[in-house]
C-alpha cells in the first residue's frame, strides 16, 4: 500500500495499461491549467522508494502531478532537489530506443508520459464541432436509489454509499472500464489496441487536470484504479446497441470483476466504495468508454454518444463521440465530469430552466440557454469545444460543483465548515493541586446544505490549549491520530500559578478553518503559596528638592512555613531575575527581609511590572510572585514660538 503524506500530491494510477498494483492515499497538490508545462518524467529503479521521492520534491517547493507506483512520477521538480543517481528523468518525450529498454511496466508509463506530451503539444488543434449532425441532447440522467442501502451510521456526517460526488473538493477515486466485446452474443466489431488504450487514458487524465488546474482550492487528486492489463470481456457489443442496453453489458462486465447485484447501478455503486475504501479518497466514480473505431457515427444505434447520471455512479463515452474523434475526448470528458459533480446542463436542446437547483449548494442553474437566465456566458456545460479550450466554468457551474467562497477566506463554501467543542473535562492532581488533566471532545460540523444530507470531508488535523494566553501547545490524540471528523483528546498542564487562569482550545482541520473556544476558567492556588509567601511595598519617596521622582525603592519579606529562606529574586518586565540581597546579610531563617531600588530613567514609557519571589532550603520554588506596576510617564516635549509680525498696507 502505496501512503503519501506530504501536501498537494496528485496520483494517477494506470490501471488498464499496468500491471496490477496497490493503491494509496495521497495529499492533494495544486495544479496547474491544462496543458502542463515544464514538466519532468522521473523513472526509479527498482527497490527505491517512490513515496519518499513524492515528498522530497512537495516539500522541496515542487508539484508531484501524476504518481505511477511503484516506479515513476510526473512532476515539476524545483531546481534544488536531488534525486537518486539513478533514475531516469527527462524533459521531453523519450523515443522508441529508449523505451524497448525498459521493462514492461515502466514501458508502460513511458509510453503514457509520451502520449500526455503529444496531447499538450496538440492543445490548440481541435475540431470544429459546430455542424455535427447530432449534439449532446439531455446526457445528464438521474440514477435511481440503490435496491438496498447500507445500514446508516448515525449521526456521522462523512459521504455515505451513494454520496459519492457531492462537490469537486478534494481525493476522487476514478475507475476506468473499457468493455470488450467477445463475440459469444453480439458480432465482436471493435478491438482495444495498445495505443488507442493509452490515448483514452490519456485523454481523460489531461480532463481531469484541466478541472484541477481552475480551482486551485479544490485541491483536487484523482486517484485511478489499477484494474487489469485487459479491457473487460463481455459477451454484447455496446456501440452495435442503444445506449438503454447498457444494463446488459454493465452488469457483466461488474459481475466479471466481482460485483453482483439486482441492479447493475449497485454492482457499480459498491465496486465505486470498493475503490473510495481502499484508495483512501473523499469520491469516487467510474468512467465507460465503449470502443467504436470501427463504428460509421460513433454513437449508439439510439444516437447517444456521452452521457453521465448526476451525481454519479457513473459516465459513458464512445471512443470517437460523434465526431468529435479520439483527441477531443478531453473536452466531452470534462462536460461529462461536470454532471458527475452535479453541474447542470447549459445548452438549449437539454431544456433545463433557470431556476433548477442542483448541488450540494443548492445553485441555481441561471447561465442557461433555456430561458431568460440573469448570465449569458461561456462555459463548459453548453458542451462543444471552445469552452474546453478557453477554460471557461460560469459562476453558477462552478457553485453546483461546490466552487464558491461566500466569504472569501480562500475555503470553499462546503469545506468551510465549523469547529465545536462537544465536551470538556477537567480534574485536579491530588498530590499537585496546581496541575491539571484536561480532556474533552470536539467535531467539525459540516457546511450546511439546503437540499441534500449534510456532510464532510474534512478533519480534525490539530488541537491545541494555553493557559492565561500563554503559548499554544499540542494536545494528544486519545486514539493515536487526529484524522477524523470527531476527536477526542487529552493534556496535563504543568504546575500552574496560583490565581484565575482561563483554559483556551484552538482547533485546525485538513481544510485549514481554525476555531478558539474557552473551555473555562479555573481558580488555582498554589500548594508553594501555603508554604511561601513574598511581600513586598514600594516606599513613598519625592523627589529631591521639590524636582520629578527619578527612583522608586522597595521593602518586602520573604517567608517559609516549613523550612528557611534559600534565596530571593526580583526582575522588571521580562528582564533575566536578579538575586536579592537579605537584610541581614545571610539568607538562613524562616523570615527574611529585603529592600532594592529601580531607576526609573532606565525606563520608558508605559506601563512595567516588577516582581519577586522566594525559594526555600528544601527547593520549593514560589510560583505566585508578588508583583506592582509603576507607569512611566511620557516626557514632555518642548515648543519655541516667534513672534508674529504683520505689516499694515
Not at 430552466?353 to 450540494?360: A, K, V
Not at 487526529?482 to 476527536?487: A, K, L, N, Q, R
Not at 521580562?574 to 539568607?587: E, K, R
Not at 538562613?588 to 529592600?595: A, I, Q, Y
Request: proline share 7%.
Amino acid at each position: 500500500m502505496y501512503r503519501l503524506h506530504s501536501k498537494w500530491i496528485y496520483i494517477l494510477l494506470i490501471g488498464i495499461i499496468i500491471t496490477a498494483i496497490d493503491m494509496g492515499s495521497f495529499t492533494p497538490p495544486v495544479f496547474a491549467v491544462r496543458p502542463v508545462t515544464d514538466t519532468s518524467l522521473v523513472i526509479l529503479p527498482p527497490g527505491d522508494q517512490l513515496e519518499q521521492v513524492a515528498t522530497a520534491i512537495t516539500q522541496a517547493g515542487g508539484h508531484v502531478i501524476h504518481i505511477f507506483p511503484p516506479s515513476a512520477l510526473i512532476a515539476q521538480l524545483p531546481t534544488d532537489i536531488t534525486l537518486p543517481s539513478s533514475a531516469l528523468v527527462t524533459h521531453q518525450a523519450l523515443d522508441a530506443a529508449t523505451i524497448a529498454g525498459l521493462d514492461a511496466e515502466r514501458r508502460h508509463v513511458a509510453q503514457v508520459w509520451n502520449a500526455l506530451q503529444a496531447t499538450a503539444e496538440n492543445a490548440g488543434t481541435y475540431l470544429d464541432t459546430s455542424n455535427l449532425a447530432q449534439e449532446l441532447v439531455g446526457d445528464a440522467l438521474l440514477p435511481p436509489p440503490p435496491a438496498h442501502m447500507p445500514q446508516s451510521t448515525g449521526r456521522d456526517p462523512t459521504p455515505g454509499y451513494v454520496e459519492t460526488s457531492e462537490f469537486m473538493i478534494g481525493t476522487v477515486a476514478v475507475g476506468i472500464i473499457l468493455p470488450e466485446s467477445d463475440g459469444r452474443v453480439d458480432s465482436s466489431t471493435e478491438d482495444w489496441t495498445e495505443e488507442e488504450r493509452s490515448l483514452v487514458l490519456s485523454e481523460i487524465t489531461s480532463a481531469l487536470d484541466w478541472w484541477a488546474g481552475l480551482e486551485p482550492n479544490a485541491h483536487l487528486t484523482f486517484v485511478y484504479d489499477d484494474g487489469t492489463t485487459d479491457p473487460t470481456p463481455t459477451a454484447y457489443e455496446p456501440i452495435a446497441r442503444p445506449h438503454s442496453d447498457q444494463s446488459y453489458w454493465i452488469a457483466e462486465v461488474m459481475a466479471t470483476k466481482g460485483y453482483t447485484s439486482t441492479s447493475y447501478f449497485d454492482q457499480v455503486r459498491q465496486y465505486n466504495q470498493f475503490l473510495r475504501d481502499t484508495c483512501h479518497t473523499d469520491w469516487a466514480f467510474t468512467i465507460f468508454v465503449v470502443d467504436s473505431s470501427n463504428d460509421a457515427n460513433n454513437r449508439f444505434s439510439d444516437g447517444y454518444f456521452a452521457y453521465a447520471y448526476l451525481g454519479g455512479p457513473f459516465m459513458v463515452m464512445t471512443f470517437g463521440n460523434n465526431g468529435y474523434g479520439p483527441h477531443n475526448m478531453d473536452a466531452v470528458a470534462a462536460h461529462e465530469i461536470g454532471h458527475i459533480f452535479m453541474a447542470l446542463d447549459q445548452y438549449y436542446a437539454a431544456h433545463q430552466p433557470c431556476n433548477r437547483p442542483s448541488g450540494y449548494l443548492g445553485v441555481e442553474n441561471q447561465n442557461s440557454q433555456y430561458g431568460t437566465c440573469y448570465s449569458d456566458e461561456p462555459s463548459i456545460m453548453r458542451g462543444q469545444i471552445t469552452p474546453y479550450t478557453q477554460g471557461a466554468v460560469d459562476p453558477y457551474a462552478r457553485g453546483q460543483i461546490g466552487w464558491r467562497d461566500s466569504d472569501g477566506d480562500g475555503i470553499l463554501d462546503p469545506m468551510d465548515t465549523s469547529l465545536e467543542v462537544i465536551s470538556a473535562t477537567i480534574m485536579t492532581d491530588t498530590e499537585h493541586t496546581n496541575v491539571l488533566t484536561v480532556t474533552g471532545k470536539v467535531e467539525d460540523y459540516p457546511y450546511p446544505s439546503p437540499f441534500r444530507r449534510s456532510i464532510t470531508i474534512n478533519t480534525i488535523t490539530r488541537v491545541q490549549y494555553r493557559i492565561a494566553g500563554g503559548e499554544w501547545q499540542d494536545t494528544q490524540p486519545v486514539d493515536g491520530d487526529f484524522d477524523s471528523w470527531t476527536e477526542e483528546f487529552a493534556f496535563v498542564t504543568p504546575p500552574l500559578p496560583s490565581g484565575d487562569l482561563s483554559i483556551e482550545v484552538k482547533l485546525l482541520d485538513s481544510a485549514g478553518n481554525v476555531a478558539t473556544h474557552t473551555l473555562t476558567t479555573v481558580a488555582i492556588v498554589d500548594p508553594t503559596d501555603k508554604i511561601l509567601d513574598t511581600v513586598m511595598t514600594r516606599l513613598a519617596q519625592d523627589g529631591a528638592n521639590g524636582e520629578a521622582q527619578t527612583t522608586i525603592t522597595y521593602h518586602g519579606r520573604g517567608t517559609s512555613a516549613i523550612s528557611y529562606i534559600a534565596a530571593m529574586y526580583y526582575r522588571i518586565d521580562n528582564d533575566d531575575w536578579q538575586l536579592l540581597t537579605s537584610a541581614d546579610g545571610t539568607f538562613d531563617d524562616p523570615v527574611e527581609e529585603f529592600s532594592f531600588s529601580v531607576d526609573i530613567h532606565t525606563l520608558g514609557p508605559g506601563n512595567h511590572q516588577v516582581q519577586a519571589y522566594s525559594v526555600d532550603g528544601l527547593g520549593n520554588v514560589e510560583t505566585s510572585p508578588a508583583q506592582d506596576f509603576v507607569n512611566v510617564p511620557q516626557a514632555p516635549g518642548w515648543c519655541v514660538f516667534l513672534p508674529l509680525v504683520m505689516s499694515h498696507p
